[in-house]
């Protein structure tokens, strides 16, 4: 076992700007592009398009997570992702987080060459994955979820007891601060007023005092702000806008499926926000 480097390590420019994290969906019914990078090729050739555009992470994924999915066996997970991990990882200049909430892939993706392990669940559906984390010295990004959406909810609220929940997991594995970056989960367990209020109150998960990821690319609920029926594909004004906020409010990460324009966006928002790093 090899471990890995640490968050600062792996991302030096952490803090500094405003990474991109490019998204590699290998799965045939993710909702933006399922089925489009299943076969190995495809998603090796997507793997090293996103890095080439300027993606500071590459996040792995080999289960849809969208509304009404149906989960897959570990096994069928593992054959997705790991051929794909094993192939890139010794090719690019950037590290790769496994998006997954089960220890099992964690571990095998971490013995593939992902450096990261990014869990929708929050360390909660499967804790294990957290000590598997803590194995091999891996970095986590900590995602806010639930499994009912209730409207009436303070979703701030709730986000700080889920956040207290998932860092008292990690901390008994033995994960250091230093290695675990928070997400809101903009498009996970919440009705449409709490995914935009989750982003306007960002600045009170900032406060926590861990970097922030946000994801709301080409997410349904940008749909709803358009005045014609979209599809994901058609969202990536809206993902930019909503992105440039979230880093204008202080994440420090975007989880994105466009990459270049992104960048190019985060770059434009960093001149303002974070002139130091230019």
């Known amino acids: 076992m ?12 952490l803090g500094g700007r405003t990474l991109v994290m490019g998204i590699l969906n290998v799965t045939p019914d993710s909702f933006s592009d399922g089925g489009l990078f299943a076969g190995a090729d495809a998603a090796i050739a997507q793997a090293e398009r996103l890095v ?42 950037v590290p790769i987080s496994i ?22 669940w929050g360390l909660q559906r499967e804790p294990d994955i957290a000590a598997v984390a803590a194995a091999y ?26 956040f207290e929940r998932s860092l008292e997991i990690a901390h008994r594995a033995g994960i250091d601060d230093a290695n675990i970056v928070l997400d809101p989960g903009v498009g996970f367990g919440k009705t449409w007023s ?16 861990f970097p922030v990821l946000v994801g709301v690319s080409r997410k349904s609920l940008l749909g709803r702000l358009h005045d014609r029926e979209t599809r994901p594909a058609d969202r990536l004004t809206g993902s930019l806008a909503a992105h440039a906020v979230a880093a204008t409010l202080g994440a420090d990460i975007v989880r994105v499926h466009d990459v270049a324009a992104h960048v190019e966006a985060m770059r434009v928002v960093d001149a303002v926000m974070r002139p130091e790093a230019h």
Do not use: C, W
């Not at 090899?2 to 991302?11: F, K, V």
């Not at 590459?58 to 051929?83: C, F, K, N, Y």
């Not at 979820?145 to 303070?154: F, G, K, V």
């Not at 709490?194 to 600045?203: C, D, G, I, N, T």
């Open 52 to 93: 080439a555009e300027g993606a500071a992470i590459l996040d792995i994924g080999g289960e849809s997570t969208r509304p009404g999915h149906v989960p897959v066996p570990a096994e069928e997970e593992q054959a997705r992702v790991l051929p794909v991990i094993r192939a890139v990882a010794p090719k690019l200049a």
């Open 137 to 162: 010295g891996a970095p986590v990004i900590i995602m806010h979820n639930r499994a009912t959406i209730e409207a009436d909810i303070d979703i701030i609220a709730d986000m700080l007891a889920f």
């Open 2 to 13: 090899t471990p890995s480097p640490g968050l600062s390590d792996l991302l030096p420019n």
């Open 194 to 209: 709490q995914h935009l209020e989750a982003l306007r109150r960002l600045p009170e998960i900032r406060g926590l005092g």
């Open 99 to 120: 998006d997954t909430y089960k220890a099992s892939t964690a571990r095998l993706a971490l013995e593939a060459g992902a450096r990261i392990v990014n869990d929708v």
